[in-house]
């Protein structure tokens, strides 16, 4: 299906084929015409040609602007036309008694020009319009008949053989035109494509950039942000920690007696505000701990050690946290203690989380604390009988300043870092924290840590010589 686009094309092609072939035609009539003209030295004997030679210049440049203004047909037709009634004339005013010059085979020029500048069936158009003058030619002459016809047959055939071979010639081209207007269709079009691409590139590009300075903006801000609070906190729990101190310590020099004697009621009151004052101090701990861990500047300091240590000044912490519990605290150890390679201080600190929880949320029953190595883990479980955890608070808990808002929960105070810090600690030890349990249930918190494997050093054996004797 040809569409708008290649005829465009090849009306295009077909103009620029007349401008070419317009003024060599002309050229030659010219020649042709001037030189019969100066062969027989007079104007009015060569009058034929000097109307062909005038039509050929003003025809022609009609045709020639008709085809410059787009009206392709209409000059083409003027022009094939036009110089096949001048050859008629020519035919008729030249015509000698039984000879048959070379002028009725010329019209073929025109049936060939009239398919590449017109249309491709022009070709045939023309070779009909070529046979009715030569007919009207003859009939002027007076010549009209089978005789005449005979005599023009020849020329009649040929002018009919090269409007077939002009028309399939045409086809052919128009044909390769098509194609190759489609592919110039093509190539444009997917120039167009890229175009339009390359302007979304550019567009989006443009955002990316905009957006990535944003982020910047906001990365930048968010540092100054994190620093400050971090500096704040430090300054903060620094400011308490030394006057919070002296509270304790204090409270306790003068609930031993230490600055004159007490009474049992005020012993009470020391040792209520030397309690308040340890566990301010906790929380004091937990949330400088907190401050480092989204700073990034919490430090671990590894040692190898026996994870017998660890565990035994973590139950005897607990210990006193369940003196007026009716609460077992009990233990389930390997026979065998694996080595683990960790910040004592810190894995100390996750054990009495967990135990330290486990106290606060059991009433009675047990606290047990099981070891058990397995391969290159060793797993250790915290479990009590206490108030337990519903499924649905089980990731909650591990989220900063989250608590369960549960009035059994609620009656124990805490901050709500307890359980982050931990698991922040033993994932810093390459380990992980899960908890399994259920309200009333009881809960389990397992905690699976790296065994340390030493390495085996490798000793590289010289081979032994052998001695000739
Ligand atoms: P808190 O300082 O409030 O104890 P944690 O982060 O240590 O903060 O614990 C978060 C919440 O998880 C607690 O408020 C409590 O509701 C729940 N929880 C933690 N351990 C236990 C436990 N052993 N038994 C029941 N509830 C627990």
């Known amino acids: ?186 190539a444009q079009q997917r120039r167009d494509e890229l175009f339009t691409i390359q302007g979304e590139l550019g567009l989006t590009n443009a955002r990316l950039q905009y957006l990535n300075e944003q982020l910047e903006v906001a990365r930048h801000a968010a540092e100054n942000e994190r620093d400050l609070r971090t500096r704040f906190m430090n300054n903060v729990s620094h400011e308490l920690r030394t006057p919070l101190n002296a509270i304790v310590n204090f409270a306790h020099i003068l609930a031993l007696g230490g600055r004159g004697p007490v009474t049992p009621e005020q012993i009470d009151y020391l040792k209520r505000v030397e309690q308040s004052g340890w566990h301010l101090l906790e929380i004091l701990n937990d949330l400088l701990d907190m401050a480092q861990i989204e700073s990034g500047e919490f430090k671990l300091h590894l040692e ?93 808990i591990f989220i900063e300043f989250r608590q369960i808002d549960d009035t059994a929960a609620r009656k124990r105070i805490g901050t709500g870092l307890g359980l982050p810090i931990t698991k922040h600690l033993i994932e810093r030890h390459q380990g992980t924290l899960s908890v399994e349990s259920g309200l009333g249930q009881g809960s389990k918190f397992t905690i699976t840590l790296p065994i340390y494997q030493p390495v085996k050093e490798i000793v590289k054996q010289e081979p032994e010589l052998e001695t000739a004797v």
Request: aromatic share 12%; net charge negative.
């Open 1 to 186: 299906m040809t569409n708008i686009l290649e005829e465009d094309y090849r009306d295009e092609l077909r103009a620029d084929s007349s401008q070419l072939i317009f003024p060599i035609v002309t050229g030659f009539v010219l020649v042709v015409c001037f030189g019969a003209i100066l062969a027989a030295n007079s104007l009015t004997a060569s009058w034929p040609y000097v109307a062909y030679a005038v039509f050929s210049t003003v025809g022609n440049w009609f045709a020639w602007k008709l085809v410059k203004q787009g009206n392709q047909w209409a000059g083409g037709t003027l022009f094939s036309w036009g110089h096949m009634i001048m050859l008629t004339i020519m035919l008729v005013s030249t015509h000698e008694p039984g000879v048959v010059g070379p002028l009725p085979y010329v019209y073929g020029i025109f049936i060939i020009i009239g398919s590449m500048i017109i249309k491709p069936s022009s070709a045939f158009t023309n070779w009909a319009i070529s046979m009715f003058l030569i007919a009207l030619g003859t009939a002027y002459l007076g010549i009209w008949g089978a005789e005449s016809f005979f005599t023009y047959l020849p020329s009649i055939l040929i002018n009919f053989s090269l409007a077939v071979v002009a028309y399939l010639t045409a086809i052919e081209w128009q044909t390769a035109v098509e194609a190759t207007s489609f592919l110039h269709r093509r």
């Open 304 to 396: 190898t050690i026996h994870l017998y240590h660890v565990c035994e000044e973590a139950m005897t912490s607990t210990r006193g946290l369940l003196l007026d519990k009716n609460v077992e605290l009990l233990r389930d150890y390997p026979s065998e203690w694996p080595l683990v390679q960790v910040d004592q201080m810190r894995l100390k600190q996750a054990f009495i989380n967990l135990l330290g929880n486990a106290a606060k949320y059991t009433e009675e029953g047990y606290i047990a604390l099981r070891v058990y190595p397995n391969g290159n883990t060793v797993k250790i479980i915290v479990e009590d009988t206490g108030i337990g955890i519903a499924p649905e608070h089980h990731e909650t």
